[in-house]
């Protein structure tokens, strides 16, 4: 049975970041330097994701300014196809829009993962890019309603986000 929960101890901390050592340094050679980010470490809100009480996967949001950005989006490579990022992914992006309801969703999703992430409602926007030598797109979670849409905060923070980005959003 797959189980998503808030991270709250430093002990589940810690297996969050064994399972990102795991995936993004040696399984994909991110520089350890560049996966583990300083100072976002202890502002971001962390989850993971336990297959038969063993944990197996872990993502973070954090706010950044008017969004919320979600990052370091986890599975240990045994355990995929089982559900638990999608799993992952739904309680996330329910908490994110609890807490930070007029913050626009957003990640820079690999390029291999793009499809799952548009699979639950994420939509890629702007040019690709590289990051750590990974090819990524923004990709957002627009709200539902156009209300919704037109309340988030971005719209009245300008350069927050790109205008070229916040048109296509739009569009």
């Known amino acids: 049975m797959l189980d998503v929960v808030r ?5 589940d901390y810690q297996e969050a970041l064994r399972i990102r050592r795991l995936v993004f340094v040696e399984e994909q050679g991110v520089p350890a330097a560049l996966e583990v980010a300083g100072e976002y470490e202890r502002k971001a809100t962390y ?7 063993q944990a197996i996967g872990t993502g973070r949001f954090r ?5 919320v ?3 370091r989006i986890a599975t240990l490579k ?3 196809g089982q559900g638990a990022a999608a799993a992952l992914m739904r309680v996330m992006q329910a908490e994110a829009a609890r807490e930070l ?8 999703a690999q390029d291999s993962a793009v499809p799952f992430y548009h699979k639950l409602g994420w939509r890629a926007v702007g ?10 797109r923004i990709m957002v979670l627009a709200p539902a309603t156009r209300s919704d849409f037109e309340a ?9 986000i790109p205008a070229a980005v916040l048109a296509e959003i739009a569009g």
């Open 7 to 11: 991270v709250t101890s430093e002990q």
């Open 47 to 53: 989850f993971l994701v336990s297959l038969h009480g």
């Open 63 to 67: 706010m950044a300014g008017p969004t």
């Open 69 to 71: 950005k979600f990052e």
């Open 78 to 80: 045994e355990a995929r």
């Open 101 to 108: 309801p007029r913050h626009l969703r957003y990640m820079h």
């Open 127 to 136: 040019e690709p890019f590289s990051e750590a030598g990974i090819g990524h």
């Open 152 to 160: 988030l905060l971005c719209w009245s923070e300008p350069g927050a």
